[in-house]
């Protein structure tokens, strides 16, 4: 399935080939505050319909993920970073894009804040 997400405002728009099968709710101290359903996609399966430069990013802990938000309405749709095998993956935020129905997926938490 094609999915089109976008921030608030639509300076950063994406679409995304996905199959989403759940989502993921992790309680660490970024997603807790930001409220991320995130699934994860290969990189290659998102393909940006807005400039990547006018994306901000935020790096924390690790700085190894990149946080990306929009810097005029402060939506997190989308972050990119790499999986343990070093395949570039990005996660994508599920109530970023407005037509899915989050309540048919069934949600995982990860214990992020235990890492
Ligand atoms: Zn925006």
Redesign the pocket.
């Known amino acids: 399935m094609k999915y089109q997400g976008s921030?608030?405002?639509?300076?950063?728009a994406y679409e995304v080939e996905a199959q989403i099968e759940s989502l993921l709710e992790c309680n660490c101290s970024l997603c807790s505050r930001r409220g991320y359903l995130l699934f994860f996609v290969p990189k290659e399966q998102i393909q940006l319909t807005t400039p990547a430069s006018d994306m901000s990013t935020y790096t924390f802990n690790k700085h190894v993920i990149k946080h990306h938000f929009?810097p005029?309405?402060g939506?997190a749709p989308l972050g990119f970073g790499s999986d343990s095998k070093g395949k570039e993956m990005a996660a994508v935020n599920a109530r970023c894009i407005p037509d899915l129905n989050l309540n048919q997926f069934k949600i995982n938490h990860y214990d992020g804040k235990a890492v």
Request: glycine residues 10%; positive net charge.
């Open positions: 921030c608030h405002c639509g300076k950063i929009c005029t309405c939506c």
